[in-house]
């Protein structure tokens, strides 16, 4: 499978931004699916995770009410919505994807992650 996030780029404080993930290769729907960041120097931390349904999310205390995961399993997306940016948010953004049962709700852990995309910058500016 292959990830290709997209949407990344240079904004202002308090500015929104949408991050775009698609994924080929093999039944999205297999999949949970996730975000993480990496911030220069930082380790890479998880910002949001969709089960693989869409019915269940969970986010990172920091960007709780500022951002919201989506995805659309018949276009094989998954979406990431930040508003209210700061400062502190920019980093390079990864999408994720893990293989497991449907009983799977929300992977936080990157370890249980399969398929990794490259990553998209996000830089917010003062």
């Known amino acids: 499978v292959q990830l290709v996030e997209s949407g990344g780029g240079l904004v202002q404080a308090g500015e929104s931004l949408t991050l775009s993930c698609a994924v080929s290769g093999r039944a999205f729907g297999d999949y949970v699916m996730g975000w993480f960041r990496q911030a220069p120097g930082k380790e890479r931390e998880f910002v949001a995770g969709i089960n693989r349904d869409g019915g269940r999310t969970s986010y990172a205390e920091s960007l709780k009410g500022r951002c919201t995961i989506s995805r659309d399993n018949a276009k094989n997306t998954v979406l990431l919505q930040m508003n209210s940016l700061k400062p502190v948010d920019t980093a390079v953004y990864y999408c994720?994807?893990?293989?497991?049962?449907?009983?799977?709700?929300?992977?936080?852990?990157?370890?249980?992650?399969?398929?990794w995309g490259e990553g998209t910058q996000v830089t917010v500016s003062s």
């Open positions: 994720a994807a893990g293989l497991r049962p449907l009983s799977v709700v929300v992977v936080t852990d990157a370890a249980e992650y399969d398929e």
